[in-house]
Each structure stands twice: as structure tokens, then as C-alpha cells.
């Protein structure tokens, strides 16, 4: 009797020795039984066994719970002298004997004959005699057999002979041996009714694709079974270069074997390593009892292969298991589970080893690890459903919008934070809208002052692929709002309706009445104004001659206009409000400079005034510069003052530094009184505006020790244990003479920050519009987002700059809340690629909406590292680079003499100015002035250089040469510059124009101004040639027309 057949086969295959010697067979077959085995496979030799012998092996294998599969091998010879050969002679090829000398005086002797079953008559004749035999051999016992040389008869064959044998034998397992078979015979085989087929997972390297697809090949065939090696001595067993790597080798065949198929063969081979023992048992015993557990999969998996792991995922009645394989001897590997088998091992939770452990994530296995996982699904989330709820959910649903609006542009954060633009900006705007079924919609864009009651509303232009478009110009100071409304445009759907069945020559007699009862409907409920034209209307539809002269009236441009007047808007849909906020032009274009008062002096030893700086207004003004920007001029603290290059002792006549605010004299409200009274800041404050110069003040939230908000305030402060506080630093600085506020201390909240807020308006009551502010991303964002409100709310035309050196993010941020220009990394910058690159972020969405960059050159507290040794061609370097390229420029006083005497080793000043008074020649050699004037100028003469946006950067020959071009939008103001990066060589380069995108031909003339030279010239050609030198390692033209 044969085993019963079991749903996952497990079948060692035995060696071939102890099968013909009696009672040494015994052990084997135990062994096979103690490691789980459902089967054993024995070579083809048996089946030519007497069958009382096979029948008595059969026996012995069930006694041991072991069905017996046996080899046949349509392809093995048969000896020349046999029977079956001299009764049929034409079934077979006679083969000679290899090893036999040739003799010319007689024809070879055939040694063996080989089945010829590709011959349709054979295969035809010989079918009934196949049929006999392996029906004898499955008839002594056997559980099945393994056929092998598939190939070596045609497919209709193997159909007829399996049929036969299933309707002889049901029970018995037929397993077809399809390693080695092409892609062709494979499917070729679909039908034939085997039970199982083999892949060849043995002979895989754990990469490549191969392995999967064949799986999923035979499936389609019969579901496929895999070997750990091959048996019977057809193929090498893994082998490591040490015994523990070799089982590890072996292990990993195994477990690869038994869990990528629907069952497994394992070689009694892969037990022994030249006769070691290599203690695999229990591993073997283990994978047959998961096999057992887990049953044959419905449906196979891909197997997942990555970098030097394999993962197979296997499901079974709601149940999940992970075989994971480290293939790698040598490392550790990490495994993401969200990857294996496309992801579908995510669809299951709660993963744990077989002692019930989940593992730690990510995911590690040793070298040469196998690790089992079971999972389950998890459970879905069902919440609980009440009567009055649902009730209310489907009331909702039908009042929700029908239509659809969504991916609106420009649009921050989803709404959270204002676009910004500057007085006289044309805002584009556009929505994806659309509705279910084909009635055409309306859109319209809608947008107004905060302070306007009413919208101004402006119908949309379709795009395509529902994509709409419509733009709104900015045209006061402040905040605007704009929205995207749209609904069913009913006499539009109608109109297209009607014309094309019209058109088509269909009949329109009941659509000439519905178009009635629609104008009827629509001057219904129309406003009085708008109801007279379509009364008019009906009156002329009741006396129309004929349905085509009510046709014409219906889709009349008129009749169009007046629907499109009274249109009801039904399924009204509205976006929410998204807001602009609208600055000054200065915010957005503006040239700075940056000075110290107290330093505008003919003597260290005499204090400069505001009256000093009246003097110098002139200068400034001539150089171009519309913003005159100064570091806190608040009364400076005594304690801790510091000394002359940030020594913590300062002289008797050291100043100290301008950011320690606040002494006996005042605080934020106050002026340091050597710089003059109030009168006489009010007296510069309109020299400077008749000038045509702003002030800009420093607004540094930080306190010097004895600033009078630690006496009057001490709530307002967070005082250590021992009663001090501690000071101010911004990594690496150290700042000694500064203290900060707390902005969450329980007596700072709100008075702390009401005070700051007073502090500013307090300056604009002065007169004062713009701040730079010190440092804002080491003070809390809320408060900077209320602050900025609270001022603009009262006066919109306030502009804050952001000196924030710090991430991206927050920089960004500071920007959303509020924040209309920020300092940048434009100091840092210094390889073409480097301005590509930075300058491509500033000016792409979503930054370009909200982030105005402000490129200063140098400040008190950066010496840049470019500007210490590039001598004064680099001076003019940077000043191309930062009064091209953004709108927003500055300079700190000294740059124009190209002052970098450096710290050693050190991005700061030597002497640096933020701790003495530090007169200047402004007339000394080696200068800049004449050329900081020329740019400045430039930039006022040319719209394309008052703003970073409209930037393009095109192809110079040479990575040394930045060639750019500024276009305003339309490309009505067009400019080309070329800069030379290199501050210590002359560098020429071949410049590459855009024709094509101008729409220039290629040989025709284009006039190109030299705004340096006032020169123009006629350029042909795409390819032009420019020359930098030291002294001017910059050009800027003009494209004419």
C-alpha cells in the first residue's frame, strides 16, 4: 500500500548503495522517517529490480510511514540484447559502444539502444507498452514515480500516457523532472496532468530573475517542487572553504528549497560533507515540521532577491510566513520587510520567530542567517456607527460642493501662510477644476483688499485637462485675498447640447422647449437689471417663425451674455481664501549700506554723531544706494563691556559693542547719547529721505546686563541658581556682554512681548520702515509671526529683514511668517555650479512665492574668506555677483576700500569695528567706489536686475566664467552678464545665446548694448567671445529689440 499522499511532498532521495543490500537499507529509511520525510527516491536502477523485490521495498518504506518514489528515465538505454529491442527494433536508435575499437571490416556492434519517440509512429506504438510498464511498477506498491528526460518525447505523449496512468492508478504521485527545459516545452506540457514539477532552485546564485519566473512557468503546469542539491550525484552540494560555512551553504539550499515551492527533495547528500557528519538534522527535522504546519501555498510569491539577501513570502488561510535568507558568509545584512514581495508582506503585521518574539526593526540577520517570521493580518479598523451620526454624514454629503477644486497656484503650505509680491505685481493664478458628467462649468477667479467690501471677479481661461487660468494685479500696500469659485454653467451645457445635435441634423423640437423653460428659470431668479434682456427674449422665442429662428435666438452671442449676467450658479463651489502679502517695491529692489555711525569721524578718539553721518549722505547718494542701514544705536552697557577685538576687558575709552543694549541712559527706545539726541536723529532722518535715502535700524532682541528691563522686568529674564544669567552665544561666539529674555516665562507672557512690539512701533513713529533684525531664529517663531502682524496690520508698508544664518528650514520659515527680505548663503557661494544650483532653488516654487534673498557681501561680522586674498578684483567679483543677480544687495562700510584684514584663521575682521571707532580715508587708492556706482546705476536703468527672479544661467565655455541672463516677464528688458570667478587670473570664454528662444534666427543681427562702455555693438551668431581681466572681471549688455 502506498503512503497516503501528503499536501506538502517531502522527499529525501536515498543513496544509491544500500538499496540493493538487504537490511542496510533500514537505517536510511528510519533516518528519512525521523527527519519528517514524506517520501524516498530511489534511482531508476530499482525499477529494473524483479518486482517482488520492488513490492518488498514498498513495504518496508510504509512500515515506516514513507511512500517510495522511483526514477524512470524514458531516455536510458536498453542493453542491445534485449527483447524489447528484437520485437521492436524500429522503436529504437542503436547506439555503438563508445569504448569499442573501430574494425572497417564490420559494421559496429550497437551496444545500447535509445527510445526514438519523437518518431510519431513510435512514439504512437510504443505509448500502449509504457503504459504496461510503469502501471506494473506502480502496481507492486510504489507511492510514484519521478519522470525524468521529458524532453525525449513529445508533449501529447507525456498528456496520453499520464491520463492512462490516472485513470490505472489515481493515487500514485507523478512527478515530472522539468529541470532543463526550455520556456517552449514548458508550456507545451500545460494540460498533461502531472501532480508535480521541478524548478531549479539548486543551481541559483541568489540574484538574478530567473528562478521566480520559472516557478511561475510551472505553475501553470503543475505546482512546482524544489531540491536543495541534485540528487544522485547530478551536481555539486554548497560548499564552504570551513565546515561551518559549508553548513551554513547547505542550510540555506534547504531552507531556500522548502520554502520557494510547494514541496522540497533534499539529496541524503547534503548531510554529509566527505563522510563528516555536519549535524543538520534537527535543521532537516525543522523544515519538514514547518512544511507540515504551514501546507502548500495557494499561490506562489515572487521570491524578493536584494543586496545579499533573499526574502520568500508565503501565505496560507490568513496566516503569513517570511524565509529570510542572509546569503552573504561574510556580514551582516539590514532588511526593509515594506520590500519583499512587492510590498505584500506589509499587508500583515505582529511578525515573531518561532519562540514567539517579535524582532527588533530594522531588521538584522547574522551572516549566513535564516530566519522564519509568522504573521497575521491585522485588524481593520471599523469604528463604531450611530444612527444620528450617520444620519447627519449623509445630509453633509448632499450639500458637499459637487465640484472640485484643487492644486490652486500660487498656494503655500495649503493656505497657511501669505504669497508675497510688491506693489504693481500681476498675481497668475491657477486651479484644477472639475464635476462629474460632461455639463460645462464656470470658473472665475475673485480677489480683493482686506479693506474692500466687495470682490472683483474675473472668469477663468481653460488651459486643457481641466487645468484654468486668470491672474490680478496688486496695486496697494497690504494684504489682498483671492479665491477660485466655480459652479454648473447651465446655459453653457445646453448651448453645446443643442448646437451639436443641431449640427448633427437631429431633431431639437423638445430642446427648443427646454431652452425656453431655462431662460424662463434663470430671469426667474435674476436681479431686476438682469432679468429685462431675457424677458425681452422669451417675448421674441413666443413669436420666432420657425424652430430654426428659435434656434438662432437661443444661441445668440447676446443671449449668451445675458444668461451668463443672471446666471444663478447653481452647485456654487468656492475655494478657500489664500492671501498675498504686498510690500513696497523697496522690499524687493533696494541697494544697502551699511555703517556704523560713531565711526564717521576724522579721529578714533572722537565719537561720531548722527550730524557726522549728514555729511556723508551725499557720497552714499551718489553711489546709488537708496537704504542706509546702522547697528543698534541704543545706549551700549557698561557691564561686561567689551574691549578692542572682543577682549572681556574693556578700556576706559573702548565704546564696546553696538548689540549690548541698554545702561543707566536707556533701552530699546533710547539713543547711545555720544550719537546725539533725538532731535538730531530726526534732523538726519529727513536729510537722509531728501537724499533719497531710508534708515534702516537694527531691532536685536538681547539686553546688556545693566539694560533697565533687569531692573524694572527681572520677570522677564531666567535667572540661575546662584542669581546671575547666562550670557548670549551663537556657536562658536561667545557673547559676554549680552543677556536674553524669556519668552515663555510665566511674567513674560504677554507683557514681554508686548514690550518688543512697542519698541518697533515705537521707531515707526520715528519715521523708521525698515528693520533688520539680529538673529530671529534663536527667538520663538510665534512670536515673530504675531509681531510682524501686529506692526503691518497698522502700518503694511514696514518691511523686516532677517539676518538669519542658520538651516534652511527655519530660514524658510521665518520668511512664511512673515519676514519680507532674509539674508542668505550668497557669502558661501563661489563656483558656477554652486550659483546654478542656489540660485535655481531661490527662484523655483515654492521658495520663489514667499523668500525675497538679500544678498549682503560682507557685515561687521563676516570677512569673508573669498575677500581676504582676491585683492581687489575679488571686491568687484562679488559686487557683480550680488548686484546681478538679486534685487536685494548690501555692503558693510569699508568694503568699497576693500578692507579684509582677516583674523588669522578666522571669518571675522581684524580690529573689527563692532568694538572700536574706526574713521576711514574714502578716498583712498585702489578704491571701488566709481565701480559700486556704476553697477548700482545699472540696476536702476534695467528692470531685469531689480529683482533674483527671471534668472537663466546659459552655457560659457569655461567653469571659470558665469554667464547669465535677466529677463523681466515678456522679456521686454533683457540683459547678459558674464563675471569671471577668478579673482587671480584673466579668463575668456565662449558665450552660447539663446537664439532659438529669443526668436532669432541663427544668422541674423541682434544689437547688444555694453552698459559698461555705453557701446553698441551688432552681435551674429549664437557663439559670442568675452575677455575678463583683473580690473574688470565683469560684463553687462543689453539685447536690443
Partial sequence: MPAPAAAVPCI??????????????????????ALGFTHVLAPAALAEQPAEDLAALARICHERGLGLIVDIDIARPLPAAAALGREHPAWFHPLPDPEALPDPRHPPKPASLRWRLHDPAVATHALPWWQAHLRGLLQTGIAGLRLLSIEAAPAHWWQQLVAALREDVPEALLLAWTQGLTPEQVAALRGTRFDHTFGSAEWWDFRAAWLGRELQRLVAVAPPLACAGAPFGGGPMPHGDTPAKTRMQRLRAAWLAAACAYGWLMPAGLLHDEAADLAL???????????????????????HADDGWVGVLREQAGRAWLVLINVRMDREVVIDPAVIAGGAACHYGGWTAADGVAPAEPWRLAPGEVRVLEGDPGRPIVLPVRTAAARQALEAATRAPRIAIEAVTPCLDGGRFAIKRVVGDRVDVEADVFMDGHDRIAVALRWRALDEKHWHEQRMTSLGNDRYAGHFRVERVGRYEYTVQAWRDAYASYRHELTAKHDAGVPIALELQEGRLLVEATAAAALPAARKPLRALLTALDKAADEEARYRLLIDEDTAAAMREADPRPFLAEHPPLRVEVDRRRAQFASWYELFPRSITDSPQRHGTFRDVIGRLPALRDMGFDVLYFPPIHPIGRVFRKGRNNTLEAGENDPGSPYAIGSAEGGHTAIHPQLGTLEDFRALRDAAEAHGLELALDFAVQCAPDHPWLREHPEWFDWRPDGSLRYAENPP???????????????????????LADVVLYWVGEGIRTFRVDNPHTKPFPFWEWLIEHVRTRHPDVVFLSEAFTRPKPMYRLAKLGFSQSYTYFIWRHTKQEFTDYLTELTSAPVREFFRPHFFVNTPDINPYFLQHSGRSGFLIRAALATTLSG??????????????????????????????????????????????????????QPALQSHLGVRFLRADNDQVLFFEKSTPGGHNRVLVAINLDPHHAQAADLHLPLADWGVPEDAPIQVEDLLHGLVHTWRGGRQSVWLGQDLPYAIWRVEG
Fill in 888 to 941: 536685494l544687495w548690501g555692503m558693510y562700510s569699508g568694503f568699497e576700500l576693500c578692507e579684509a584684514t582677516p583674523i588669522p584663521g578666522r571669518e571675522e575682521y581684524l580690529d573689527s569695528e563692532k568694538y572700536e571707532i574706526k574713521p576711514r580715508d574714502w578716498n583712498a587708492p585702489g578704491n571701488i567706489i566709481a565701480e559700486i556706482s556704476q553697477l548700482n546705476a545699472i540696476r536702476r536703468e
Fill in 12 to 33: 529525501l532521495s536515498l543513496p544509491a548503495g544500500p538499496l540493493g543490500e538487504g537490511g542496510a537499507r533500514i537505517p536510511w529509511l528510519e533516518r528519512a522517517h
Fill in 281 to 303: 538534522d534537527d535543521d532537516v527535522r525543522a523544515i519538514n515540521a514547518w512544511l507540515r504546519a504551514v501546507g502548500a501555498p495557494p499561490a506562489l510569491r515572487a521570491l
Fill in 733 to 755: 561666539k561667545k557673547y559676554q556682554d549680552i543677556v536674553n529674555v524669556d519668552f515663555y516665562k510665566e511674567g513674560s507672557i504677554p507683557a514681554l512681548w508686548q514690550a
